[in-house]
């Protein structure tokens, strides 16, 4: 394994599952581990892990919030806050957030990996708001 691929680094997969193939836990490396790392980010809710009660990001805040363009940017205000804080192999570029179908927010965020410098990016729609 290169240096920037063991800084990339290796983790168990998200969600969490077994290797069919050795019946081990199903790992993820590089990359992958890295946009899986900025999905888990997004989804826990601060104070939900115990032993780390600030990991996370705080759009959860959010879930009743009408779902207009200015909760949009303070969801792109939080994602962009989290992953700084918690996500040291990446460096952000860019998130846009706007307002989705079905009360959901669509959320871009555009990154570089620090290692390599290689941009990426990843797209997810949050249920966090209503209509």
């Given at each position: 394994m290169?240096?920037?691929?063991?800084?990339?680094?290796?983790?168990?997969?998200?969600?969490?599952?077994?290797?069919?193939?050795?019946?081990?836990?199903?790992?993820?490396?590089?990359?992958?581990?890295?946009?899986?790392?900025?999905?888990?980010?997004?989804?826990?809710?601060?104070?939900?892990?115990?032993?780390?009660?600030?990991?996370?990001?705080?759009?959860?805040?959010?879930?009743?919030?009408?779902?207009?363009?200015?909760?949009?940017?303070?969801?792109?205000?939080?994602?962009?806050?989290?992953?700084?804080?918690?996500?040291?192999?990446?460096?952000?570029?860019?998130?846009?957030?706007?307002?989705?179908?079905?009360?959901?927010?669509?959320?871009?965020v555009?990154?570089?990996?620090?290692?390599?410098?290689?941009?990426?990016?990843?797209?997810?729609?949050?249920?966090?708001?209503?209509?």
């Amino acid at each position: 394994m290169s240096i920037d691929q063991e800084y990339l680094g290796r983790g168990w997969s998200f969600p969490f599952g077994f290797d069919s193939a050795d019946g081990g836990v199903s790992m993820s490396t590089g990359e992958e581990n890295i946009r899986q790392c900025i999905a888990i980010i997004l989804s826990t809710k601060p104070g939900e892990r115990q032993m780390l009660p600030t990991f996370g990001c705080r759009i959860h805040e959010l879930l009743f919030a009408p779902n207009t363009k200015a909760t949009s940017a303070l969801i792109a205000h939080h994602v962009r806050e989290a992953l700084a804080l918690w996500e040291p192999r990446i460096e952000v570029t860019d998130v846009n957030a706007h307002p989705g179908p079905n009360g959901t927010v669509e959320v871009r965020v555009d990154y570089v990996i620090t290692a390599t410098r290689a941009t990426q990016s990843i797209t997810q729609a949050l249920s966090t708001v209503n209509r």
